[in-house]
């Protein structure tokens, strides 16, 4: 297809200076391809940099429609230490309904021991006081299966809120703490 055009264009004399020998039109037509190809290349990566920036734009517009500012609670997990224990479950329940049940990989404990905070959740809560109770099960010292609860009562306020759960090692115990730590 290039190949034609250029011979077109060189016959039409729209490329000055060119002639329609067989040995240069050859040289003509590759170089025409190769001018073709890095154009649709570039054509190509500004196409998919567009396609991403507007793919970003639109997930943030979908968080805002789905999760207004005015109602959104964001509830982070992290880990300090982890000696003596490592989470294997995280339930989290607000005002007696379960918002999310969530399982540990391997992967996601590594990144926790090594400070990572997760997101566990985000949900659009109205303003007034909420109950949040999060239930965590995992292994602690000698292999053996602990259990942990923590409730707290939040006043929800105009504007984000953000909460961490954090699974704190008690050296004296031996054991995990769960303190919650709330940030308007």
Known sequence: MIRRLIIAAVMCGVLPGATLA??????????????GASDLAEDTAQFRRDVLDINR????MEEELLFPADT??????SLDVGR???????????GGNTLVSHLYTEREIRALKNGAVQRLHTANVRNGTHELTAF?????PNGREI???ATLNFDKASGRQFIQLRLEDDAAAQ???L??????
């Open 72 to 77: 959104r609670v964001a509830i982070f997990v």
């Open 57 to 60: 734009r639109l997930l943030l």
């Open 147 to 149: 259990r942990r609860a």
């Open 84 to 94: 003596y224990f490592t989470p294997d479950a995280v339930t989290l329940q607000l």
């Open 175 to 177: 054991q995990p703490n």
């Open 136 to 140: 965590v099960t995992g292994i602690g």
């Open 22 to 35: 067989v040995a240069d039109s050859s040289a003509v037509v590759r170089a025409g391809e190769r001018a």
């Open 179 to 184: 303190t919650f730590h709330a940030w308007q």
